[in-house]
């Protein structure tokens, strides 16, 4: 069963414009989500964090938001560029033991 | 700080074998983590070891099984292999307060 879900399997997006990459979760004991974005041939990084007493942080251009009611997360990109064309995982982990459930992931692709 | 060390990073294996992977953590970071990635299911919690114990495991059959050594790098075992387990094998390294992995590049493990 999947727990945290990621809907899109891809998004294109102009250079320039909005990204907005959208994640559920099911559980509601989740407290701490990530994002992380993944290169071809390489292992996922991490991108911006945020904990279940927050409904917004930001780094730079990247925006999480989480709304709690609704079990949703979204990552904002804003204004995307080509180098942010990857693939775009959430996760999320409960507060006991450091097990993290991951979304399918999203690709994304910015046009020049 | 080196990062998170994966070998072999490609592998080739028939049926009905086994296999060992192994992975290096962050100098310093004590818990190692394992997920399985293919296309359809996104990245899938294998198990995490802190301190050379299991402390969390996913739901893989018995056929997965790891365990980690007292400089904290850890090692997976695949044993009867079969084609379905032709995937990515990332591990990924924590160690601080804030709960954040580090993954390695992954091995690439193909099935014939």
């Known amino acids: 069963d999947q727990q945290v879900k990621q809907n899109s399997p891809s998004l294109s997006v102009q250079e320039g414009r909005i990204s907005i990459l959208n994640c559920d979760y099911t559980n509601s004991m989740f407290d701490y989500f990530l994002w992380y974005k993944k290169y071809p041939a390489e292992g996922p990084t991490f991108l911006i964090s945020?904990?279940?007493?927050?409904d917004k942080n930001e780094d730079g251009r990247f925006t999480v938001f989480l709304n709690k009611s609704a079990k949703h997360l979204s990552l904002h990109i804003v204004p995307s560029q080509p180098g942010d064309s990857a693939v775009y995982f959430c996760a999320a982990s409960a507060i006991i033991g450091n097990q993290f459930y991951f979304g399918t992931g999203t690709s994304l692709t910015v046009i020049p | 700080k080196a990062g998170v060390t994966q070998t072999p990073r490609y592998l080739i294996k028939t049926r009905g074998q086994q296999v060992t992977l192994s992975c290096s953590p962050i100098s310093g970071h004590r818990s190692v983590s394992w997920y399985q990635q293919t296309p359809g299911q996104g990245l899938q919690f294998l198990f995490e070891y802190f301190s050379e114990t299991q402390r969390n495991k996913g739901n893989f059959p018995g056929r997965f099984s790891g365990r980690q050594f007292s400089n904290s790098r850890s090692e997976m075992n695949v044993s009867t292999l079969e084609l379905g387990d032709s995937a990515l094998y990332l591990c990924?390294?924590?160690?601080?307060?804030?709960?954040?992995?580090?993954f390695g590049p992954g091995t690439r493990l193909t099935v014939l």
């Open positions: 990924a390294s924590s160690g601080g307060s804030d709960n954040e992995q580090f």
């Open positions: 945020i904990s279940s007493i927050k």
